[in-house]
């Protein structure tokens, strides 16, 4: 099965700061434009209404942390 995780970017900054971690170097990886258009004309779920568009395109981080 192909796991998928339903947090966002915004959702896991917010917890690594609740665990008292900092964020020395973030790399985020989005879409291309295409994808972008695809994306903007799908209907969002309730719970994925909260959200900036920007945060809803990226697919993919990279965090290196370090302890506060």
Do not use: W
């Not at 790399?27 to 295409?34: L, P, Q, T, W």
């Not at 994808?35 to 994925?48: G, M, R, T, V």
Request: hydrophobic share 35%; proline share 1%.
């Amino acid at each position: 099965m192909h796991y998928q995780n339903r947090l966002r970017h915004s959702d896991f900054v917010r917890l690594f700061e609740q665990s008292g971690l900092k964020i020395l170097e973030c790399n985020s990886c989005g879409v291309s434009m295409e994808q972008e258009n695809i994306l903007k004309s799908i209907p969002l779920a309730d719970e994925f209404k909260q959200y900036d568009f920007d945060d809803l395109k990226i697919h993919g981080d990279m965090f290196v942390l370090t302890k506060e």
